[in-house]
Structure formats: structure tokens, C-alpha cells
T-cell receptor, first 113, second 111 residues
Framework: EAQVTQNPRYLITVTGKKLTVTCSQN?????MSWYRQDPGLGLRQIYY???????DKGDVPEGYKVSRKEKRNFPLILESPSPNQTSLYFC????????????FGPGTRLTVT | QKEVEQNSGPLSVPEGAIASLNCTYS??????FFWYRQYSGKSPELIMS????GDKEDGRFTAQLNKASQYVSLLIRDSQPSDSATYLC???????????FGTGTSLTVIP
């Protein structure tokens, strides 16, 4: 089954404790992206990647890191999480970038206390 | 000014009616436009994509694009209670490879 998977689905952590949210797709997509969704603010792009070893900042990259060492994986790293990073996070992928539809993962609900 | 703007709603329509959802965008060079549906607690799923001026129909859904006026709309005919969800408008950025999403319009279809 073609899909984007994310893990964990739910995470409660404390300020400053490094965490990684994994994202994997099995559709051989070139483009992968991370979003956060907050009430009243909608989906905002954090980072995106056009291909292996190619990553770029979105609109809200502060406090996040990403890497794209393999085509299928695009982990999101929070080196020192803060309460303002409490949010619902989505990973998404598409074949060729912004001219194609994106397929979204199931989401990761992160709470930072 | 936001890159993509939508009325947050809520929009309520009776079952069987036409629901009309609107979206405006600020980047005149944008080329790709998408409508996603998001049920509460779920991830967005694509309904329609549109790239050229005019109408594009898919079943009960019609997307309309007017690049001169910088708006894109979604019509849902014969609305069903299962259409009750938040509808997100997404637009690509003309330069670079970013997407911008609106904050979504909440639609309720009343049986």
C-alpha cells in the first residue's frame, strides 16, 4: 500500500529533551516536506526537500532540523524542544514538488511541557 | 497580507445543497492550486488540483480558477453529511518549491 508513515503518533516530552520524528514514504517520491498545524494558523511549512541531500527552509524553520540521507526517509529533529513547538506535525511527499499533489502522513501530536 | 486566505466559516448548508468555498492568493505567479479535505483529527487528503483558468469537474466537485483575480473556488454539489469537514486551499510559490495553505473553511452539511 502506497503511504507516508510517521512515528511516533503521539509524544509528550519536556523542554530541552532532544527528539526525532520519523517520516518514511514508499512511493519513490522526490519531494518531501514537514508541516505544523496550529489552530487559527493553518498548515505552515517547516522544511522541505527536493531530493537526497537537498533540503530548504520553509516558513517556520526555527528550532527544527531535517536530513535527507535516503530518498524514502525525512526525519524531523527538535534538538531542544520548547513549549511553543507543541503542535500537530504532518509529513508529506509528492513526485516532483509543488506541481504535484502531496500525500500526507497520519500526523504526530507533540506536547512539550 | 497572508499568502492564501480563506473564510474560516463555519459554513452550514442543508443536505443536497451546493456548498461554495473560496480562496484568494497573493503570489500572482503561482501555477498550481489544490483543494484538500481534512476531517477532525485526520490528515489532509486531496480533492482536486487545478492549473489552468476555468472550471475542472470531478464527480460532485468543481474547482474554478481565475488567475487574473487571484482566486480559486470549490463547489460541492448535492452536499452530503459526509462532506462535513475542513477544506484547505493550497497554492505553490512561484519561486522556490514551497506550498502555502489557507487556514481552512469549516463546512457542516445538515441532514
Amino acid at each position: 500500500e502506497a503511504q507516508v508513515t510517521q512515528n511516533p503518533r503521539y509524544l509528550i516530552t519536556v523542554t530541552g529533551k532532544k527528539l526525532t520524528v520519523t517520516c518514511s514514504q514508499n512511493m519513490n517520491h522526490e519531494y518531501m516536506s514537514w508541516y505544523r498545524q496550529d489552530p487559527g494558523l493553518g498548515l505552515r511549512q517547516i522544511y522541505y526537500s527536493m531530493n537526497v541531500e537537498v533540503t530548504d527552509k520553509g516558513d517556520v524553520p526555527e528550532g527544527y532540523k531535517v536530513s535527507r540521507k535516503e530518498k524514502r526517509n525525512f526525519p524531523l529533529i527538535l534538538e531542544s524542544p520548547s513549549p511553543n513547538q507543541t503542535s500537530l506535525y504532518f509529513c508529506a511527499s509528492s513526485f516532483f514538488g509543488t506541481s504535484d499533489e502531496q500525500y500526507f502522513g497520519p500526523g504526530t501530536r507533540l506536547t512539550v511541557t | 497580507q497572508k499568502e492564501v486566505e480563506q473564510n474560516s466559516g463555519p459554513l452550514s448548508v442543508p443536505e443536497g445543497a451546493i456548498a461554495s468555498l473560496n480562496c484568494t492568493y497573493s503570489d500572482r505567479g503561482s501555477q498550481s492550486f489544490f483543494w484538500y479535505r481534512q476531517y477532525s483529527g485526520k490528515s489532509p487528503e486531496l480533492i482536486m488540483s487545478i492549473y489552468s483558468n476555468g472550471d475542472k469537474e470531478d464527480g460532485r466537485f468543481t474547482a474554478q480558477l481565475n488567475k487574473a483575480s487571484q482566486y480559486v473556488s470549490l463547489l460541492i454539489r448535492d452536499s452530503q453529511p459526509s462532506d462535513s469537514a475542513t477544506y484547505l486551499c493550497a497554492v505553490n510559490k512561484n519561486t522556490g518549491n514551497q506550498f502555502y495553505f489557507g487556514t481552512g473553511t469549516s463546512l457542516t452539511v445538515i441532514p
